[in-house]
């Protein structure tokens, strides 16, 4: 009798994280194509800013653009060189609450 219980509270776990499981899998599956379009949506914003710089600026800002760029990048650097790891806001504490954000 008692195996018998145990399989069933065995099978009844197993189902309720199949079940998270999915819904963890649909979240992903939000999250990443907000991302996608997101990421798409900065491409085409940076590619017509840059296209309006080059139309509308002098001769030599972009090269002084991308010097201050450099310069930008390379103090906010770490000793190693690379850029801190960005950090998440901490308004947000739940996958729930990041779709909801986006």
């Known amino acids: 009798v008692l195996n018998l219980v ?7 776990i ?6 998270d499981g999915q819904r963890k899998d649909e ?11 997101d990421k798409q949506e ?3 914003k940076f590619i017509e800013a840059w296209s ?16 201050t760029l450099d310069a930008l990048a ?8 690379k850029q801190p790891t ?3 806001a901490d308004t947000i504490g739940t996958v729930d609450e990041l779709l909801e954000e986006a």
């Not at 145990?6 to 009844?12: D, E, N, R, S």
């Not at 979240?27 to 907000?34: G, I, V, W």
């Not at 390379?74 to 060189?81: D, T």
Request: no cysteine; net charge negative.
């Open 6 to 12: 145990m399989v069933g509270a065995m099978m009844l």
């Open 14 to 19: 197993a189902a309720r994280d199949i079940r």
């Open 27 to 37: 979240q992903l599956k939000t999250l990443n194509a907000q991302l996608v379009s």
């Open 42 to 44: 900065d491409a085409n």
């Open 52 to 67: 309006k710089l080059i139309d509308a600026g002098a001769e030599g800002d972009e090269a002084r653009l991308l010097e």
């Open 74 to 81: 390379q103090a906010s650097a770490l000793s190693s060189g």
């Open 86 to 88: 960005p950090k998440q």
